[in-house]
């Protein structure tokens, strides 16, 4: 079982900048891959980024050159900073980490962009 709990979320102005947290209760070193991904209200969960063994860093479209993924290997944390946030990156942010066959997901954190 692994254990992630994120933090970091809340309200921001447009343009303004977030930075997000995810905690992990193994280490990163043993995971297939670790990433960020999103739901907004009536819409369907999407990646927003990830860095796995096989493919390397993934951004999704909407974000690219905005955000950015990374890890701290020795706190076994991921983080996502987040710049030039936009009304339409409101959402629910979800960390979640690949270990073999298994997805685990954290509880979430809100980020809400306001005009």
């Known amino acids: 079982q692994v254990y992630l709990v994120e933090s970091g979320g809340g309200l921001v102005q447009a343009g303004g900048s977030l930075r997000l947290s995810c905690g992990a209760s193994g280490s990163i070193f043993s995971f297939n891959a670790v990433g960020w991904y999103r739901q907004a209200p009536g819409k369907q969960r999407e990646l927003v980024a990830s860095i796995s063994h096989e493919s390397g860093t993934v951004y999704g479209d909407s974000v690219k050159g905005r955000f950015t993924i990374s890890t701290d290997n020795v706190k076994n944390m991921v983080y996502l900073q987040m710049n030039v946030l936009k009304p339409e990156d409101t959402a629910v942010y979800y960390c979640?980490?690949?270990?073999?066959?298994?997805?685990?997901w954290g509880q979430g954190t809100q980020v809400t962009v306001s005009l």
């Open positions: 979640n980490v690949n270990k073999g066959r298994l997805n685990y």
